[in-house]
């Protein structure tokens, strides 16, 4: 069994060096914890005022003081972590996922959907739906809004991950109609963790979640207050792809009929 973790917090605004510490705060109190999740850009916040403000706070994973404090908390407790992140390359910024292992950074995504003003602020990101093999799991991550479009889950499915973890700034309930389905679609976990507080005009909703590969929940938390929920995973429950015993979710598909789906126009 994966003992994991979600930590629903509310990183400070803009205050790197405040949630760096926040953050190593809340890990010493989930440090027998086999997988930990925190939300989308846990190191800055979300609600920038302008890209020049947003550019001033981010960082390259490889030059993080935050990222360094992941790191060691990995090594320290022997888990992975997976965080948003505020990520600087060149001059370009993403709102990224960061998957941390004992060893170091073990993976990265890049969010590709963008929501309302991200798309103001953020390059989409360009690494694709990459799954990760570490610890003896394969896992893949989405952020947030990415939740909507079910070509990246499936992407993911078809290359064998088991869990998925989602950080999330979500302000709707929308993602808890949605990624139930997209578990039980696919036949993964799922492991949504969402953000409190209140960032100017935006609030953020909390009641973060997991689901199993039947779309049934496993965790959920109630409310919008900071709040660490644990509970098991058992991943090889991802690997039962049967809905009957002549019904499997991936071999029953005909991909050769689903070409239209790339086309720009379908009238």
């Known amino acids: 069994m994966l003992k994991t973790s979600i930590i629903q917090f509310r990183p400070e605004f803009a205050n790197v060096k405040a949630n760096t510490l926040k953050v190593n705060g809340l890990l010493a109190a989930v440090k027998h914890s086999d997988l930990v999740v925190l939300p989308e850009l846990a190191n800055t916040g979300y609600n920038f005022i302008s890209r020049e403000q947003a550019r001033s706070l981010a960082e390259p994973p490889e030059n993080s003081a935050y990222v360094e404090m992941l790191v060691h908390s990995a090594q320290k407790n022997k888990q992975l972590i997976v965080s948003g992140y505020h990520e600087l390359e060149g001059d370009k910024l993403y709102n990224s996922s960061l998957l941390i292992s004992e060893d ?3 993976g990265k995504y890049r969010k590709v959907h963008l929501f309302m003003n991200e798309k103001t602020i953020f390059e989409p990101g360009n690494l694709g739906f990459p799954v ?4 003896g799991i394969k896992l893949g991550m989405l952020i947030c809004f990415d939740y909507l479009f079910v070509e990246a889950w499936r992407i993911m499915g078809l290359k064998g991950a088991e869990i998925i973890a989602h950080p999330s700034n979500l302000i709707t309930q929308n993602a808890t109609k949605a990624i139930p389905a997209q578990a039980m679609i696919n036949r993964f976990f799922i492991v949504t963790a969402n953000r409190t507080g209140t960032e100017r005009s935006i ?8 689901v199993d590969p039947k779309g049934d929940y496993i965790a959920r938390i109630p409310d919008d207050k900071e709040t660490i929920s644990t509970f098991d995973i058992n991943p090889e429950t991802a690997h039962d792809k049967l809905i009957t015993p002549l019904n499997h979710v991936f071999d029953d598909r005909f991909p050769g009929l689903y070409k239209e789906i790339l086309e720009k126009d379908l009238t």
């Open 104 to 106: 170091g950074l073990a």
């Open 132 to 135: 990760f093999q570490v610890k």
């Open 203 to 210: 609030t953020f909703n909390g009641r973060s979640f997991a």
